[in-house]
């Protein structure tokens, strides 16, 4: 396991080289390109060649979308405590969420005209759920709900399925639990550019949402301008800063709880206050790590993409954070320390805090979505909301009164820009 002790002037090199290794490499960039053109060009032929290609399922473009009596099934089937736990965690989400409707308004502004904003639902959003390594139930409630609370129009899903083009019970369960209809077995790259692009059997969408692995975070990124994408959510990343008065094993299970996603590209970081403390959550890591059901998994990422920093002072854990703007951050430090760190750290995408708030809260039931931004970008994205399906149209209404003291300045501006005609559009009105 690396370990930086923030002290040393090679520290933020170090941490910076660390960080580095979550750019995306060319390989991934160029195969993801090479995919986006296939499906741009052939549509469903190429979409039905990488379903089989990457998931073993072969399927004909009638077999892409799911029937609503399926999702329907589905909850039926599914076990009483799995639903009962889903309809808990979906209460959450909404009256989370529901908070931060944003509202239209209206004013005057300082010449005497209206002006105002006015939110509508983008019309057709898509969103992605993983189901590669494990089938993200909760990113269904996570994503669908907001769209649903935003009233957007049409929501159209994209999960990949098994060899057998199954879909996993509890993913089409929380999709009827939702009342989301339009569901499609198709995940990956071939997904998002299906969404960005359209088929001859898929509509395009205007906007992607969803976490994914660096394959469709890039293939993203590569679609961003074609449609609009709610942020870069890739691999998971988690940051622990502990102190003394830190539960060990607590933070150890939390560190494992993200090191399980297990695609290799994780990145887990742990921030501690002393050598001793490190010491101790890494000889806890160890014990528990033999325990997990997927502990291959979750070694590799440890081995590949785990990093360990000494930082005394509360200064230097909230410069760490800052810099790395960690998707999960979690502060098991004493109240005074959690506090301060509070307002310091600006960037984290979700921030749980004191020993009880595992991460995993937030992943599941809490209420904020667990759609992040990952790879650093933090720093310019936050997490997804129901803001993020809509979109805002400014108002502007002039009258008589207010247009004479409006072409003033619009005539001064014009004159300095040397654009006539602007000037001449406004000062006609007054004449």
């Known amino acids: 396991m690396r370990q930086i002790n923030f002290a040393s002037k090679s520290a933020r090199t170090e941490l910076a080289a660390f960080c580095a290794g979550a750019i995306v490499p060319t390989a991934i960039v160029d195969s993801v390109a090479a995919i986006l053109a296939d499906v741009r060009e052939r549509g469903d032929a190429a979409v039905a060649d990488y379903a089989h290609r990457f998931d073993g399922a072969s399927l004909k473009p009638a077999q892409f979308r799911v029937r609503p009596a399926s999702l329907a099934a ?48 983008i019309r057709r959003v898509g969103l992605y759920v993983p189901g590669g ?18 009233g957007c129009p049409e929501i159209a899903v994209f999960t990949p399925s098994n060899a057998k083009g199954k879909i996993a019970d509890g993913l089409l369960a929380a999709l009827h639990l939702i009342g989301v209809t339009e569901v499609y077995r198709i995940g990956g790259v071939h997904a998002i550019g299906a969404m960005a692009y359209g088929t001859q059997t898929i509509p395009a969408v205007d906007k992607v949402y969803g976490p994914g692995n660096a394959y469709t975070c890039e293939a993203k990124r ?29 933070a150890a299970a939390d560190l494992l709880a993200q090191a399980e996603h297990g695609s290799g590209r994780e990145k887990i970081y742990l921030v501690t206050s002393t050598a001793a403390v490190a010491e101790a959550i890494h000889a806890e890591v160890q014990k528990q790590l033999p325990t997990l059901g997927r502990n291959e998994k979750a070694e590799r990422v440890l081995d590949q993409g785990f990093l360990t920093l000494i930082a005394p002072k509360p200064e230097q854990m909230a410069e760490v ?76 209404r002039y009258d008589q009164k207010s247009i004479a003291k409006g072409a003033e300045v619009v005539a001064a501006f014009a004159q300095m820009e040397q654009l006539d005609a602007h000037g001449r559009s406004a000062t006609m009105r007054v004449e």
Request: glycine share 8%.
């Open 74 to 121: 589905a909850a039926k089937r599914l076990p009483a405590a799995q639903m009962k736990a889903m309809k808990a965690a979906l209460a959450n989400i909404r009256a989370y969420n529901k908070q931060g409707l944003p509202q239209n308004w209206t004013s005057t502004n300082a010449q005497g005209a209206e002006v105002g904003e006015r939110h509508y639902p």
């Open 133 to 150: 390594e494990v089938p993200l139930v909760s990113t269904v409630l996570m994503t669908a709900t907001l769209a649903k609370i935003a």
């Open 321 to 396: 954070a800052n810099y790395v703007a960690p998707e999960h951050m979690e502060l098991l430090v004493k109240p005074a320390t959690a506090k301060k760190l509070e307002r310091t750290i600006t960037t984290a995408g979700a921030m749980m805090i004191g020993n009880l708030t595992a991460t995993a809260l937030g992943d599941f039931t809490a209420g904020p979505s667990h759609v992040l931004p990952t790879g650093r970008a933090g720093r310019f994205f936050s997490g997804l909301r129901v803001a993020d399906f809509l979109r805002r149209t400014s108002i502007i």
């Open 222 to 250: 590569q679609v961003f301008g074609t449609v609009g994408v709610d942020s870069l959510p890739g691999p998971s990343e988690v940051m622990v800063i502990a102190d003394e008065s830190a539960r060990v094993d607590f």
